[in-house]
Structures are given as structure tokens and as C-alpha cells.
């Protein structure tokens, strides 16, 4: 079993950045893949920025040039570097993590970080 926990939200003002933390915890060995979500209100959850082998810096078009995914390995920690904030990036932020039980593929989500931007 694996928890995710989400912390570094907070109410910013256009402009400003925020970096969030996922903390992962438990069997965190099975872990394959994480990313990073985010739900704005009124909308469904969409995927801002995956954690892949080739680039850190894969994020939806969205973000892309202000969004910075990275992961601290010995810290057991998912980072989200949010620069240049908008109104529009106001969002409940999630991380998820993949795991694997045998060939059992298993997704684990944090209850999630509020980010709530105003101009």
C-alpha cells in the first residue's frame, strides 16, 4: 500500500509562484510512475504534468513554460514548480502514483492540495 499526500497550496496572486509537495509513503518500492492533476471548479480532472523517464518537463499545454514537475528520490517527494501563476491554474492539485501488486496495476491518489489564484 502506498499514501500520497499533497501540501503546498495556498491563495496567490497573479504572478506569483507556489512549488508543491507530494509526500509518498508505504510500499513506495512498487511505485512505476506519478504525476501531478488538478480539478478546476466546474471542471473535470485533467493530467498537468506527468513524471516520465525521457523529460521532467512533459507538462500539459496549459502550463507548458511555467510548470515544472521533479521528483527528490531519497526524500520520497514529488515536487510541482508553479511559476507565473493565472487565475485560471485556481485548482484543487492532485499526485497520483502507479504501482504494481504482481502484475496487478494498482493507481493511488492523494486527497489533494488547493491552489487558488486571484487577480
Known amino acids: 500500500q502506498v499514501q500520497v499526500v499533497e501540501s503546498g497550496g495556498g491563495s496567490v496572486q497573479a504572478g506569483d509562484s507556489l512549488r508543491l509537495a507530494c509526500a509518498y509513503s508505504?510500499?513506495?518500492?512498487?511505485?512505476?510512475?506519478m504525476g501531478w492533476y488538478r480539478q478546476a471548479p466546474g471542471k473535470e480532472r485533467e493530467l498537468v504534468a506527468p513524471l516520465t523517464k525521457g523529460s521532467s518537463n512533459n507538462v500539459a499545454d496549459s502550463v507548458k513554460g511555467r510548470f515544472t514537475i521533479s521528483r527528490d528520490k531519497a526524500k520520497n517527494t514529488l515536487y510541482l514548480q508553479m511559476n507565473s501563476l493565472k487565475p485560471e491554474d485556481t485548482a484543487v492539485y492532485y499526485c497520483?502514483?502507479?504501482?504494481?501488486?504482481?502484475?496487478?496495476?494498482?493507481?493511488?491518489w492523494g486527497q489533494g492540495t488547493q491552489v487558488t489564484v486571484s487577480s
Open positions: 508505504g510500499d513506495t518500492i512498487c511505485i512505476s510512475d
Open positions: 497520483n502514483a502507479h504501482c504494481y501488486d504482481g502484475a496487478t496495476r494498482i493507481i493511488y
